[in-house]
Structures are given as C-alpha cells and as structure tokens.
C-alpha cells in the first residue's frame, strides 16, 4: 500500500480520476464512499546524528500555526517550485501549507491554488501583500503576479529567505544580524549566476553576502544537474586538473559529447556560473566513481552520503579548502573559498577506488573546513556572534554529523529543527523579509 499517486504528481483523491489516472499501478482497489476534503501527503523525518530533522511538514505537522517573533501585516509567501508549500501570516502567526510538491506538474499548480483557498479559510487571513522568489520564470512567482490584484508583490532573495526562516522559527527579532550559512543545489542569484554556496551577513531587512564558493560554469543548465559527470568534468578544468581517461567522470562520458562539452566551456556558450554546493556533491560523486547520471533529484549526493557513511570514521584529516580574496569587483565577497587544491589532489586517489568504496567520506570531511574560517572572518567584520545553518544540504546525514564540530569560536547555531531546511520552509522566510521590510 502506498499513497494515491505517480511520481512527481499531487495525491489522487476523487475515486473515479484514481482508477483512471491510477490504472496499471494497482493490483486491487480499496474505496470508500466517504469524500476527501482535503488531500495531506505523509511528513517527512530522518535522523541526523541523533537530532530530529523533519524534511516534509504535513500530515500531523500542517497547518498548526507557527509563532512569530515580530508581528507581520496580512501576508501570503508564495514559496518556491520545488517542494513547495505556501504560507499566511498576520500578527504573531503564521500557516505553513501542507506539503504541495514540484510546481513544474500542472495537477500541482491546482492543488496549490486549493491549499491557498483553503488555507485562508481556516485562517481568516486575507492577505494584503505577497512575496514570491526572485527567479523570473518560477511558476508560483507567476500565479502570484496573475492573482495579486494590485497588492504589493515582494520579491525576495532565496537564501536570504531560508536564513530569515531559521531566524524567525528560532525566535530571532532581527536586531542584530545573523551569520547565515545557505547551502544548496540552485537559488537565483543578484547578479544572475545560480547560487547555493552562500555565506550571508543578514537581518529581515536586508543581507550582505559575505562569502561564496568559486564559481565554476554549469554546462548546458539542467543537463549537468542530470549528469553528474558534467559538473566533475566542468570542477576539473576550472581548477585546471586534465581531463586523463582513467577518471570515472571522463569515461562516463562518450567521446563526442566529451569534445562537443570541451569546446562549450572553451567558449562558454550555455554555461551560467554557479557557486552551489549541492553541484559540488554531484561532482565529487562523479569523480569518485560513485554517481554518473542522475535519475531523481539528489541522487548523486544520496549515494555519496551512503559511501560516505558506510566507510570508516577513521579517514584523515579530509580535504582543505582554500580562502582567498575575491575579485577587485566583488566588493561584497570579501572571501572566495577555492577548490583547487581539492581537486588536484582528489582524482589520483579517486580514480582508483571503486564506486563508493571508501572515497566518501574524504570529501565530506573538507566541506566544514572552511566554515568556521568563514564565519571567524563574519564575526571580525562585526555581525555578530548568532549563525544560522540552512537549505537542502543540511539534510546530508554526513554533513549533519560534521556540522557538530564546526561551530568553533563561541558562535550560537540555530540550525532549524521543526521546519524542513530544503525549499519546504522557504515560504515562512519570504513572509518574514516581506511582511516587515513592507512597515
């Protein structure tokens, strides 16, 4: 017995669409003449390191209301497109939707207009203002341009929405500015570049990006989130590593899409600059011949946490990240933590392990490395000494385990425990920057 539907679609809850949509997948049905009045997905929860950690707040979890720790005017925060969940606010409270899922299926776009009806009615807010993502082609973005009916429509930064949702959730009035860690696969940046290895100096008003990860070029957009093995080999050439036939990245990759990749870097044509952190996993799993095409969403970092936690604890000292300045027009980066050293040293040893025997965790032990320099460097340029730890990363069990010793200078960690660090608590953010930068 599973839940009334297919993969990546809402779940089925009239009984005459389920065995049309639902044929071939069942050997027997179960109905009852009972309607469903509202569909709620199954939540979520995983252990890291002992901690709770919930991934998908629905069923038992939504629409309890969340308190807030600064009132909020009548609010509607639309979300994001992937894991999405919407939220109202008004006062002190604020209503997370249940789990939604991927707003790229047209059966979600119309359970997220439901659960916005729905959700207003066992509210009783009616929402003055909407905040949605910055990206220009989210569809939530777009349903919120269609229905705002001349309210105020707030665009808000990606990851400053999810350190401003594990501020708010963490009782946080915005008086002194946080150090906000946001690691994931994609978020849309200011200057256009894809996001998702951010260090943050943010409050509710505003954020200063202190820090970032070297970008690299993302060849060929979505296609490299799909094969892993892009990202290893497009790391590589950026640290100037040659591309020799005995990685596992290079021979996953068929002679003429590998020329046809060589000379789209050369030339940079369809390769945004991204500096995410979940794109490095897919390129370490490539290049340690764990995950080479990726069939559902965070595959090559699932099984690169898998390696990492079946080798054993005793792996040495991991691998360094460098810190250098960043370039003279970045004046908001003062740091660019660099990999070079990284991948120079990572596909001798890589190359000849087999898949996922033992290569895991050597790459895990390098990515807190660098954070405590990081946030040492946040708290010299006086923002404080509060950090905030979000977004789909965290989710990783080895980085969660790693996380425990990296919080070295005396910083106060608020690392989200009730709300899902993935796109699923992004909602509660954008309510939180929008409804108070609108006072």
Not at 118 to 135: C, F, K, N, Q, T
Not at 298 to 312: G, K, M, T, V, Y
Not at 358 to 379: E, I, M, N, Q, S
Request: glycine share 12%.
């Amino acid at each position: 017995m599973t839940s009334g539907n297919r993969s990546g679609e809402p779940i089925v809850t009239d009984e005459a669409e389920a065995l049309e949509r639902l044929a071939g997948l069942a050997d027997a049905w179960l109905t009852h003449d009972r309607p469903i009045q509202v569909p709620c997905d199954d939540s979520v929860a995983r252990i890291c390191d002992g901690v709770p950690l919930i991934l998908r707040r629905s069923r038992g979890h939504a629409p309890l209301p969340v308190t807030l720790p600064l009132p909020v005017r009548p609010a509607l925060a639309v979300g994001g497109d992937l894991k999405n969940t919407l939220c109202l606010g008004e006062g002190t409270h604020a209503w997370l939707s249940a789990h939604l899922g991927d707003m790229d299926d047209v059966g979600t776009q119309q359970a997220f207009e439901r659960a916005e009806r729905h959700l207003e009615a066992i509210s009783g807010v009616r929402p003055e203002l909407l905040a949605a993502d910055r990206h220009p082609g989210y569809r939530s973005g777009r349903w919120a341009e269609r229905n705002r009916g001349g309210r105020p429509l707030v665009r808000v930064q990606h990851h400053h929405a999810h350190i401003a949702s594990a501020m708010a959730e963490h009782g946080l009035d915005g008086s002194h500015p946080v150090i906000g860690v946001a690691f994931d696969g994609t978020g849309y940046g200011d200057d256009g570049a894809v996001w998702g290895g951010e260090t943050l100096i943010a409050d509710y008003d505003g954020y200063r990006r202190f820090a970032r990860l070297g970008y690299v070029p993302l060849p060929g957009g979505d296609a490299a989130v799909r094969r892993p093995y892009r990202m290893a080999l497009s790391h590589l050439r950026a640290a100037g590593v040659a591309w020799t036939a005995d990685l596992p990245c290079v021979a996953a990759c068929h002679d003429d899409e590998l020329r046809l990749l060589e000379r789209q870097l050369e030339r940079n044509l369809n390769c945004v600059p991204t500096s995410s952190m979940g794109r490095l996993f897919d390129a370490v799993s490539a290049l340690a011949g764990v995950c080479q095409l990726a069939g559902y969403e965070a595959q090559a970092a699932i099984e690169l946490e898998a390696a990492a936690l079946r080798a054993p604890d005793d792996h040495g000292p991991g691998y360094a990240f460098a810190l250098g300045p960043a370039p003279p027009a970045a004046r908001t980066t003062p740091w660019s933590p660099t990999r070079r050293r990284c991948w120079r040293r990572s596909p001798p040893r890589s190359a000849r392990a087999p898949a996922g025997a033992g290569r895991g965790p050597v790459p895990h032990g390098g990515r807190p490395a660098g954070a405590p320099d990081l946030r040492a460097g946040a708290r010299a340029a006086r923002a404080g000494d509060r950090g905030a730890h979000r977004r789909g990363v965290r989710q990783h069990a080895a980085v969660q385990r790693l996380r425990h010793g990296a919080g070295a200078g005396r910083l106060h960690r608020a690392a989200a425990p009730a709300d899902p660090p993935n796109d699923g608590g992004l909602a509660l953010g954008q309510l939180m920057v929008a409804a108070r930068s609108a006072h």
